[in-house]
């Protein structure tokens, strides 16, 4: 076998986007003729993959795959550019591979599927990408649950949960999904998000137009409505009765969320 020089390799690399692996094996395969090397790349679909990687996948699966004890539960997103893509049995296909490799190894596995990754990008003609990756582990009596919101499953949650039932895991993995939390409780959300919030709400004329002394009170009311009822799980009105908070429907069957990951394919 021809031995290829890096910088060749790097050509190589620069004019067509393709893997470093898959630009030595072409020119090994074509013994280090460039147009060969080229022309070997666009017939495996990897050229021009930098070009693809730079484009948006709002499409695409979540899927996940829990223990049926509850003990383990992981999670990925796999997106591509289009809905007849994110539908093609070959797409499907590195999404279970890829989910795989992350309950096998946990996050980080994906990575040593990029060169198939790119060669599949490649063959389909859009940027395929692993949009994101969580596996979870239960501790100290927890459960993990995991929803994904159908039919196209471009929405899903990872949840781990003390006490309460499966259904209730359920529910709130459901909740997780529509309302897009970003903390579980206020002693989560971190002091400068607090206050940055408290300066911009003080400084709306909703708030400059009433008397300086009732001021404070307004803004600590607009903080619990607007930021925590809005970013703070517990905090947030119960889409299963709206009547009830999170932190209610949790606490009537003791039950507490330990952790929770949100994926979401989107423009």
Aim: glycine content about 10%; aromatic content about 4%.
């Amino acid at each position: 076998m021809a031995e290829i020089a890096a910088a060749l390799v790097k050509e190589l690399r620069d004019q067509t986007g393709a893997p470093m692996m898959d630009c030595k094996r072409a020119l090994q395969e074509t013994n280090g003729d460039m147009e060969g090397a080229v022309r070997v790349l666009r017939e495996k679909g990897v050229a021009g993959a930098a070009k693809r990687a730079e484009r948006e996948t709002p499409e695409g699966k979540v899927g996940y795959r829990l223990a049926e004890d509850g003990k383990r539960g992981t999670m990925v997103a796999v997106g591509g550019e289009t809905e007849p893509v994110s539908n093609n049995d070959e797409f499907l296909a590195f999404a279970k591979k890829v989910l795989e490799a992350v309950e096998r190894s946990g996050p980080g596995a994906e990575k040593d599927l990029e060169d198939e990754r790119a060669q599949l990008a490649g063959k389909l003609g859009e940027n395929i990408a692993v949009a994101g990756a969580a596996r979870f582990e239960a501790v100290d009596g927890g459960r993990v649950a995991a929803y994904a919101h159908p039919p196209r499953n471009k929405i899903g949650v990872l949840l781990q949960l003390r006490g309460g039932s499966d259904e209730l895991a359920r529910k709130v993995a459901m909740h997780i999904a529509a309302m897009r939390p970003e903390w579980i409780g206020r002693d989560d959300v971190p002091a400068e998000d607090v206050e940055r919030e408290r300066q911009i709400f003080g400084a709306t004329d909703e708030v400059q137009s009433k008397p300086e002394q009732a001021r404070e009170k307004i803004v600590e009311g607009m903080l619990n409505k607007r930021f925590f009822g809005a970013s703070v799980l517990i905090d947030q009105d119960w889409i299963h009765d709206s009547s009830k908070k999170v932190g209610q429907a949790l606490a009537e069957e003791g039950a507490e969320v330990l952790e929770f990951e949100r994926f979401e394919l989107s423009a």
